[in-house]
């Protein structure tokens, strides 16, 4: 997994979503509109997790269990937040702030989401 940002650690406040998986995995969102985040996958990745609306594959990793990203596709295009606890220098991020999305319609979830996530591209090794 590669973001390639413009951003210092210290710009990024991270988003500790309310939902019951992030909650669980205590998960902590990064993202950045303006960068790019590409995520390799081996080709015998397991199957993303998807629950609640069932529009955003949630990558957790087959060795360890810790979520690593979640990727939205727009049609062609992919979206995507990295979590914090699975990069090697989360110690050195912030707080992260408590966001909760539980009542967006797809509609506002998906605006939301071309405007703050990071534009992705995945693929398979």
Known sequence: MT???RHAIADF???A???GFCVR???SAISDPEGSL???LPADAPEPYR???GITDFHVCDRCGV????IWWDGPKAYGVINVP???DRDRFGAARVADFEGETIADREARRRQTWTPARVETR
């Not at 979520?67 to 979640?70: D, G, M, P, T």
Request: hydrophobic share 50%.
């Open 51 to 53: 629950f609640g609306l």
């Open 3 to 5: 973001l390639q940002t």
């Open 25 to 27: 995995h205590r998960a």
């Open 13 to 15: 406040v991270p988003r």
């Open 86 to 88: 699975a990069l090697d």
């Open 67 to 70: 979520f690593v990203a979640a």
């Open 17 to 19: 979503d309310q939902c």
């Open 38 to 40: 590409e995520l390799m």
